[in-house]
């Protein structure tokens, strides 16, 4: 066995023992020994948390190269002979940071932090790997990568900047004898270092009695499969990454790790050939195609090499095989495989070997439809034919994200052209699609239509678009595109191609149309002020955890180590979204072994109740009682010793319903149905009718825009102590103290038994303010039913599932404007989704924020929710806020589109003046005068915007980001390409910050009195947002001591009690605010015992420890009473360019400018943060994120890495340039501040406006013009369609 059975781990030996089941991953290995910086978000392969580096012996060249690879696909029984390295292997708080940890901390690349560590190790395998990588690298291997905080743009500019000496000089920093030469990371040891011992894994994964082999030769591969039954089934693995996207196979029985095979992994080149062992990675394959296709008659895989930078990320294509790809697609019809269609093109064939040692060799259309497994084969050799040079070669793929995504069409062109005689093709072209349905592939009618035929005859060109429109008959399936749009994304690949081999020939208004979108590489610009008179306050830092996030040492509860006898908890969840409860039968599931007990309604000892002060009045059930309402709704919790026996027995639980009905999906579908009761208070001020009266265009419509997963990449969790005095909760919640009512409420005991405590959040974004309520109150019921220590964290499924996302929307409209352009008045209807029941709706709150920075004198909004059969949707960054504000952005484009004006002159028009008032939602006001006993109190109906300042944002941007040059060019642009099209949008925002009168935030701050050093505790929650860098940072401003003698430690119900949630845009200012109150106040005293002091002139220590000796409490705490925080108006300007691809709807967004108004910011690098990731996160909901549902069983099917798809690196503006607007203090906000974690989201909208003008300019140039309707996400299906391309314009000359 190649390297034995022992593997290496941040350089400690480990051996396989006989404990290690064949299904093990590597990241359960680690968790095991503590190495806990290694994250888990997906387990799919698909977000790049579980990145670690393997050198990953090749048993061709006897040689080790280091890559990146996702520890959670890698079977541990694999890692025989492997070394590896986590993020604790590259360095740490104690023993000193490796430069990668250093640079990405010091560039303000952590947020949450909880990806960090995957990135880091992505960057770590980019240099192992490659020692002369480029910036284009950098960039590339970022694709593995999802960060829901940052924005991609601080992590990309610090791996830029980290050079090959960096690398070196890291290691040397830290070798162990450093007079010798650095041992490039082979001495550094993690700082738990363990002496090698057996592995004993305790974890029992799916293919959990399966056999396994790892054959060192052909010969020894033959004779084990040989030896199998004829009717058993095995499974040959190379990465052992198919079964993340096509699930696992529990039929197989015996498992054969093929990769110490020396000839799997050749690679040859031969004068006519080039061939790949079976077992050659795809990276490897990128890597060879690169330097063979200079050889003469292989240009071609060049191409193709770029083509498969775009099949999943780098961290999967260095584990995963062409064969391992291949064969899946062979074995799955359904799955939809990039290679396969592409070397169909080439004209590759596979070489086949059969246990008797014969070989055959086929092409890759007689392999479909082969059993492998059936027959014995094994796949041996991949060869790919010279191409000589006429060939014209190309490949396409239209994917639902720009990088590491499934293809929604690939298609691939082969054509032997006479480029002398009007581009005749020779012979019979090769025209495959894949996507398309099961079976078909080849276009052979169009290929027959074409043979012989010229390319620059028109009438071709159209009976071969003709034929392809009769010949392609995709399948339908709710999580394709339409038919209509694979078939249009065939014909236009097709035409592409034409345009690309006859170059010159076509008009040089539609040539354009034969090249892809190509993204350069991105760059940024971050413009603020240094505020050096109030350092450290206002001090450009990264976060204060920056480092310990990066090397994988911040704990998160996801990853709080188990303790021995700790119970696990799955959710027994609805396979029914509409349906009665007969039943609900645990009795099977609880006979099976490991299995501890199930917690159901009926052991609900308080409440069926997870609210309190959530939404007051309206109760929420944890379990159902008598109807399910949602697929995936939890009816129970399965409490089992570890994580393993739950998935066993989940399915032996016996749930019967009765009185199935179709379950409601959508807004759409719920209108059917009467509104119910509780609507919210409609925003209305003036007369509309006599608006509309006083009005020349009047226009009506529509847009809809759909939810969004929150996809923070720390899972939904809480582990529940029972203790000698109640329980302790360590839970991943926004609102500590709502999770603590929530628990004494369903388990009927008192609050005080109870305690909270949230150390951290591994991002959240509204998705844990009360949504942590169903894991923690099913938790503490099970630890009170057990007596035991029990965990409840959510798989990505479950979580993306039973959790709710943010709201649907659909907003219908009547505005009017006077024939000066002047707004008259504006009716509106807001409907939201609430999901199954009617808590966290965020309409009300929609209606009043729906003027924004403009003017209007008549209004009438009405908010109002539905239900349906899915999740409790809830909160999301600038819930309520982001809509009303889309809403009003598009209905000012589609006045200004009726009467023909600029979308920004219009704009400026409409302008709100200076000393203009904004209505207040006042309900939540009332509710919470209500909640205090005085439900009559006077609230204020208006606030008043005093100092008004987006005209100046406007003319400021106006300049910075060339607006009227760009757009002057963008016209000559459009006019000039027919399938290309730009569009340039400014958005302009007024984003109310109103918080409720009530909203307290309790903190604690204590001077230790030995060396004055300060720790803080307080309400709020650290989540990424930067809440723990601004409350130290206002601390050390208000005591007057450097900020590292400040320390935050977790919020408690304990110190912190009755704390209010963090959401809003509130927590990072608030608790600033009474952190600063409280510190200032522990000043006042200290300064007052100064003056008593004979020698008042003493250093801080040497003050707190007196004073504490002469009795001075030298500890406050303070809360914030009412009234004491105000709100104020955050403005906000974007600028957006975007490039369409008007034959496909991809996209590129070429630049964004944003100005915003963060007063004087606290902590500029945190609100750059904020703004920048808050505008990707917008950018995500607005084209690319989308749920997506059965529409028979309701179940949510947008629930993997594989169907879900947030923006990666390489989605981010080309060109991202953020100003915080300088010398523009607040007055009316904490030292002059402005929050920045909610409305910078909003101004992503810029980006659907933008694509609105390239749209219209492609409908335009097919003869139809005027406003039309785009709902968001504006998918690459969506805005193909809304371009409107009849086939019939696919000319080549105009
Ligand atoms: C997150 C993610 C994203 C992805 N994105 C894409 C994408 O965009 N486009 C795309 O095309 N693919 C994509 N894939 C699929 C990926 O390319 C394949 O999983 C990978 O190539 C399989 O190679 P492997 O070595 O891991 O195969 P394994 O998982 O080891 O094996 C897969 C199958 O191949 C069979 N097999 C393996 N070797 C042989 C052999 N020598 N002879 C016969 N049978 C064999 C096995 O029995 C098994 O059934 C993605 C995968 C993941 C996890
Ligand atoms: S946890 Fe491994 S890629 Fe997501
Ligand atoms: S910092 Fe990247 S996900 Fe939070």
């Known amino acids: 066995m190649s390297g034995g059975s022992t593997f290496k781990v941040n350089g400690i030996e480990y051996e396989i023992g006989d404990g290690v089941r064949a299904g093990s991953r590597l990241v359960d290995f680690l968790h095991e020994r503590r190495l806990m910086g290694t994250h888990v978000t997906c387990y799919q392969g698909g977000c790049g948390a579980c990145i670690v580096t393997a050198a990953i012996p090749d048993p061709a060249s006897g040689t080790s190269q280091s890559c990146s690879v996702n520890s959670c696909l890698v079977p541990l029984a694999s890692c025989a002979g492997w070394e590896i390295t986590t993020v604790e292997g590259l360095g740490n708080s104690h023993d000193g940071y490796h430069v990668i940890q250093d640079t990405l901390a010091n560039n303000a690349g952590t947020q949450c932090g909880y990806c960090s560590p995957g990135f880091v190790m992505s960057m770590y395998g980019l240099t192992q790997n490659n020692p002369s990588w480029t910036d284009t690298d950098v960039e590339s291997v970022l694709d593995a990568n999802i960060c829901r905080c940052t924005g991609y743009r601080p992590i990309i500019k610090a791996f830029k900047s980290i050079t090959p000496g960096d690398i070196e000089d890291s290691h040397l920093a830290r070798c162990s004898d450093k007079a010798k030469k650095c041992c490039k990371g082979k001495c550094c040891k993690s700082s738990a270092q363990e002496k090698p011992k057996k592995v004993q894994m305790k974890m029992i994964a799916p293919k959990d009695n399966a056999n396994w082999h790892k054959p060192l030769t052909l010969e020894e591969l033959y004779s084990i499969i040989a030896s199998i039954p004829a009717s058993e089934r095995y499974s040959l693995i190379c990465g052992d990454t198919a079964q993340a996207v096509i699930g696992t196979d529990y039929s197989v029985s015996t498992t054969i790790y093929t990769r110490s095979i020396p000839e799997l992994s050749m690679v040859n080149q031969t004068p006519d050939n080039v061939l790949f062992g079976a077992n050659v990675t795809i990276s490897q394959m990128i890597t060879h195609m690169k330097s063979m296709a200079s050889s003469e008659g292989f240009s071609y895989l060049e191409h193709l090499a770029d083509m498969w930078h775009h099949v999943a990320g780098t961290s999967v294509r260095n584990l995963g095989s062409w064969a391992g790809n291949i064969a899946t697609r062979i074995a799955h019809s359904d799955f939809p495989s990039d290679l396969y269609p592409n070397l169909m093109v080439a004209g590759a064939t596979v070489t086949l070997g059969t246990t008797d040692g014969s070989t055959t060799t086929h092409t890759l259309e007689e392999l479909l439809g082969m059993d492998l497994v059936g027959d014995r084969k094994v796949i041996l050799l991949l060869t790919l034919p010279k191409m000589a040079d006429n060939v014209v070669f190309r490949v396409f793929k239209v994917s639902p994200r720009s990088h590491n995504a499934h293809a929604f069409i690939n298609g691939g062109f082969r054509f032997e052209i006479d480029a002398a005689n009007a581009h005749t093709v020779v012979g019979t072209p090769v025209i495959v699609y894949g996507c398309i349905n099961t079976t078909f592939y080849h276009a052979t009618a169009t290929e027959s239509v074409l043979a012989g035929k010229s390319l620059e005859d028109q009438s071709v060109v159209q009976a071969a678009v003709e034929s392809l429109a009769s010949e392609i008959k995709p399948d339908e399936s709710p999580l394709e595109p339409a038919p209509a749009y694979k078939v249009a994304i065939a014909q236009n690949m097709l035409y592409k191609t034409i345009l690309g081999i006859i170059g010159d020939v076509a008009s040089p208004d539609v040539s354009s149309g034969a090249t892809d979108l190509v993204r350069p590489l991105s760059s940024g610009k971050q413009v603020y002020d240094e505020n050096q008179e109030i350092w450290p306050l206002g001090q450009p830092i990264p976060k204060i955890e920056a480092h310990i996030q990066c090397s994988g040492e911040a704990e998160y509860a996801v990853i709080a180590p188990e303790v021995e006898g700790e119970l696990f908890g799955m959710f027994v969840t609805s396979t029914q979204a509409n349906a009665k409860i007969v039943s609900i039968d645990p009795s099977e599931a609880l006979k099976m072994p490991g299995v501890v007990a199930f917690v159901g309604i009926e052991d609900i000892t308080g409440e069926n109740n997870i609210n309190n002060q959530t939404w007051p009045g309206v109760p929420e059930p944890l379990f159902p009682s008598e109807r399910v309402s949602y697929y995936g709704q939890p009816l129970g919790l399965l409490v089992t010793e570890g994580r393993g026996p739950a998935y066993g027995a989940l399915g032996a639980v016996k749930v019967t319903y009765d009185d199935i009905q179709p379950p409601v999906l959508t807004i759409d579908e719920a209108l059917q149905k009467p509104f119910p009761e509780g609507q919210p208070e409609p925003f209305v001020q003036g007369d509309v009718e006599a608006g509309f009266a006083a009005s020349t265009t009047i226009v009506t419509g529509a847009m809809g825009r759909n939810g969004q997963y929150h996809f923070a990449m720390e899972p939904q969790v809480c582990i529940v102590t029972p203790t000698d005095e109640g329980f302790d909760v360590l839970a991943g919640t926004q609102w500590a103290s709502e999770c603590q009512r929530a628990i004494g409420q369903v388990l009927g005991i008192p609050d005080n038994k109870i305690t909270v405590t949230v150390k951290r959040l591994g991002g959240a974004f509204g998705s844990k303010i009360d949504r942590c309520n169903i894991l923690s109150t099913a938790a503490s019921l099970a630890a009170q039913k057990t007596r035991k220590r029990v965990r409840v964290a959510l798989d990505f499924d479950v979580n993306t599932t039973l959790i709710g996302w943010r709201e649907p929307y659909l907003c219908t409209y009547k505005a009017g404007v006077n024939a000066e352009g002047i707004l008259q008045a504006i009716e509106a209807t807001l409907i939201s989704d609430a999901g199954y029941i009617a808590v966290d709706i965020s309409s009300g709150g929609a209606a009043f924020v729906m003027p924004s920075c403009y003017a209007c004198p008549n209004w009438n909004v009405k908010p109002q929710f539905v239900l349906t059969n899915t999740a409790n949707n809830t909160w999301c960054r600038s819930p309520g ?293 808050g505008f990707i996160m917008g950018q995500g909901m607005f084209t690319m994120e989308e749920p997506i549902y059965d529409p028979v069983s309701g179940q949510r099917l947008t629930n993997s890495t594989w169907t879900y798809k947030p923006p990666l690196a390489q989605d981010i503006p080309i060109d991202f340039r953020v100003t915080l607007l300088q010398d523009s203090p607040n007055p009316l906000g904490f030292q002059l501040s402005k929050v920045t974690g909610e409305p910078p989201l909003v101004l992503a909208f810029s980006v659907v406006m933008a694509l609105r003008q390239a749209v219209a300019s492609a409908r335009a140039d097919g003869g139809t013009t005027g406003w039309f309707q785009m709902d968001t996400p504006l998918t690459v299906e969506k805005l193909q369609r809304l371009c409107l391309v009849d086939p019939a314009r696919l000319v080549i000359t105009t």
Not at 890 to 897: Q, Y
Not at 929 to 953: C, F, Q, R
Not at 1025 to 1035: E, L, M
């Open 881 to 1173: 806020t982001n809509e009303g504000m889309i809403f009003m952005e598009n209905i000012l484009d589609h006045i200004a589109t009726e009467i023909g004006m600029d979308p920004l002159e219009f704009r400026r028009k409409n302008l709100m003046p200076d000393g203009s008032s904004r209505n207040l939602n006042q309900v939540v006001h009332r509710l919470r005068h209500a909640m205090a006993g005085n439900p009559n109190a006077k609230i204020p109906k208006a606030i008043t915007i005093t100092n008004n300042l987006i005209s100046d944002m406007i003319d400021q941007i106006m300049v910075s980001a060339d607006v009227d040059a760009r757009k002057a060019d963008i016209e000559t642009f459009n006019q000039n390409n027919k399938w290309k099209k730009r569009g340039l949008a400014v958005m302009t925002q007024m984003w109310p910050y109103a918080p409720p009168s009530v909203y307290p935030f309790s903190c604690m701050v204590s001077i230790n009195c030995r060396d004055g050093t300060v720790l803080i505790s307080h309400g709020g929650v650290e989540s990424g947002q930067g809440i723990n860098t601004k409350v130290a940072q206002s601390a050390a401003y208000e005591l007057g001591i450097p900020l590292d003698m400040i320390a935050i430690k977790g919020s408690t119900t304990h110190t912190n009690a009755n704390s209010q949630c963090t959401g809003g845009s509130l927590g990072s200012d608030i608790t600033s605010y009474c952190v600063s109150t409280a510190c200032r106040h522990l000043k006042e005293r200290l300064e007052a015992f100064r003056q008593t002091l004979e020698k008042p002139d003493i250093d801080w220590p040497e003050l707190v420890s007196q004073a504490y000796f002469s009795g001075i409490d030298i500890s406050e705490r303070y809360v914030n009473t009412a009234g004491e925080v105000t709100g104020y108006g955050v403005f906000g300007v974007a600028v957006t360019e975007v490039e369409l691809d008007v034959l496909t709807g991809q996209f590129l967004v070429l630049r964004t400018d944003i100005l915003e108004d963060a007063g004087r910011s606290l902590s500029p690098l945190v609100d750059i943060g904020q703004v920048e990731g």
